[in-house]
């Protein structure tokens, strides 16, 4: 997810089995689409994460000695981990929020933290009915649930205006302009429709 304050644009998804490739291919999709530019991250845990978010985004920093130059993080890049340390029991003991790569000290309170992924997952589950429990719409295939999740991630960015995103109107007799995370980072200037959507030629750049 791209953060901006109260806007979360979902970049790129990956789906499969929760091991190391899929943490990679879903960090490599973010990298690609959003070109590099330095991304807020969050996660649990996990220590795939920093291992595979510190191979994407580092970069050969030239210091005019011989050799093969050290390959750093790009400053602004950052990654808030949330960690629940329990008992022998599996009782919650305490939560950690630690900050591994970019920001550390006061400006972790000021990093994004899991708790927002969990809430996408929740919106997710309540528009997917292959996502619910004691369900009969199951995405039987990969290419099925690809498909089902990229198309939701594509209203939830595009098409559904979050009210956290609403601005003061300038048009007479309406209060606030609805507006979508694509509209909020700038990628949109207004609330597409579903006919735009399905009738819109997609154009593909190589």
């Given at each position: ?56 985004y ?8 011989r ?17 629940k ?18 920001a ?55 098409l ?47």
């Amino acid at each position: 997810m791209i953060e901006d304050r109260q806007s979360r644009f979902v970049v790129a998804h990956a789906s499969g089995r929760r091991d190391e490739a899929l943490v990679a291919e879903a960090i490599t999709k973010a990298h690609a689409r959003s070109r590099g530019q330095p991304v807020s991250w969050c996660s649990d845990g996990w220590r795939a994460y920093p291992e595979a978010i510190t191979k994407a985004y580092r970069e050969p920093v030239r210091t005019g000695r011989r050799g093969r130059p050290p390959l750093v993080v790009p400053e602004g890049v950052s990654l808030t981990q949330t960690i629940k340390h329990r008992d022998g029991h599996g009782r919650l003991l305490n939560v950690e929020i630690r900050a591994t790569i970019g920001a550390a000290g006061a400006e972790v309170e000021q990093q994004p933290v899991a708790v927002h992924i969990e809430r996408l997952n929740g919106v997710l589950r309540d528009r997917l009915a292959c996502l619910t429990r004691k369900t009969h719409a199951f995405a039987k295939s990969t290419v099925t649930w690809d498909a089902l999740f990229g198309l939701a991630l594509f209203e939830h960015n595009w098409l559904r205006a979050h009210p956290a995103l609403s601005q003061p109107s300038t048009v007479p007799g309406r209060y606030y302009k609805r507006r979508t995370p694509a509209m909020a980072i700038g990628l949109a200037d207004r609330c597409w429709s579903w006919p735009e959507f399905l009738t819109t030629k997609a154009t593909i750049s190589s």
